[in-house]
């Protein structure tokens, strides 16, 4: 076993690459590379890459997370029976390709070369009824797409939680955060975080429900903060895009969430403000109005997931 550090990227396929260059330059993306048959896209941060997007039929192609380091790429090439490949793409790297249980193309890359990433302005102070610091200064948020820091978490529903859950805690190192109880023997799935010891972690870099029919469920997209998410809000919503849940704040993992469909359907996130938690916080169990449920906001529409 391997202890990964976070979700690299995802990979989907589209025919039609410039309607999902649009899409994804409306969601807040940039392009890092293109060329006739490869869509390349990033955030802000240090990533080269976030999203990929090759042509063909639509669909999903899978998920990426980054390994600490070339030494454990080696580690789990060697037990897995694996190749170590050269990644493609910007930035470069290696990669390690392997399937789970349901089929889903699991990548773990490392030695990929970062970019700068873009500046992000201070937050100017906030007044509420707590205090009240920030004074001849008006506030004005700017207007246009959300700015992506980094891809933070992918959902997939899985044909067998507890087969799915086994396969991706015994290969990288996966805590549970919170695991989804129907009842004392039946667990629908659960949220897991990075094991970074000590070093906090997302609250959930992937998610697994127990569905029991395989699909890409969404990804999810850290921006700066809530004025940055509700300016792409308005972005998306002027530009035609299909809006699909939000704005609200999760119960789990706590985030404010704006979720979208690209022109394929497949869905992704906006998000800020989440949980992080180091190995010690352990795991919990929550339920299904938890995981449903909001703390604000829109409720949970019928055609989710």
């Known amino acids: 076993m391997i202890k990964v550090d976070d979700i690299a990227f995802v990979r989907f396929t589209a025919p039609d690459l410039d309607k999902m260059e649009t899409f994804l330059t409306d969601f807040g993306l940039v392009r ?9 896209m990033r955030g802000e941060g240090a990533d080269p890459f976030v999203h990929v997007t090759h042509k063909g039929e639509a669909g999903f192609k899978g998920v990426a997370f980054r390994a600490r380091s070339a030494d454990d790429l080696a580690t789990l090439a060697k ?26 193309s699991v990548e773990v890359v490392a030695a990929r070369e970062s970019i700068s990433p873009s500046a992000i302005p201070p937050a100017p102070p906030i007044n509420d009824a707590r205090a009240q610091p920030r004074r001849n200064a008006p506030k004005r948020v700017g207007q246009g797409t959300s700015h992506i820091k980094r891809l933070g978490h992918c959902v ?5 939680f507890r087969a799915s859950e086994a396969w991706y805690k015994e290969r990288f190192g996966f805590i549970t955060s919170d695991e989804i109880k129907m009842s004392p ?5 659960a949220f897991m975080r ?3 010891g000590d070093q906090p972690a997302d609250h959930h870099t992937l998610f697994l429900l127990g569905t029991g029919t395989p699909k890409f469920n969404h990804a999810a997209f850290e921006v700066v903060d809530m004025d940055d ?17 939000g704005v609200g704040r999760h119960i789990l ?6 979720y979208w469909k690209d022109p394929w359907g497949h869905t992704l996130e906006h998000w800020t403000d989440g949980d992080l938690m180091t190995a010690s916080w352990g795991s919990r169990e929550a339920t299904m109005q938890d995981l449903i449920g ?5 409720k949970m529409p019928p055609n989710m997931g």
Request: charge should be negative.
């Open 32 to 40: 890092a590379h293109r060329d006739a048959d490869t869509l390349y």
């Open 229 to 245: 998410l509700m300016s792409g809000h308005d972005l998306l919503k002027e530009k035609g895009h299909e809006a699909q849940w």
């Open 194 to 196: 990075c094991d970074r």
């Open 185 to 189: 023997e039946f667990a629908l799935g």
């Open 79 to 104: 037990a897995q029976d694996a190749k170590i490949e050269t990644l493609d793409g910007p930035g470069g790297g290696k990669v390690v390709r392997l399937s789970d249980p349901d089929g889903f």
């Open 156 to 160: 997939l529903n899985v044909s067998n």
């Open 294 to 298: 909001v703390q604000w906001g829109m």
């Open 253 to 258: 993992g706590s985030q404010i969430f704006d």
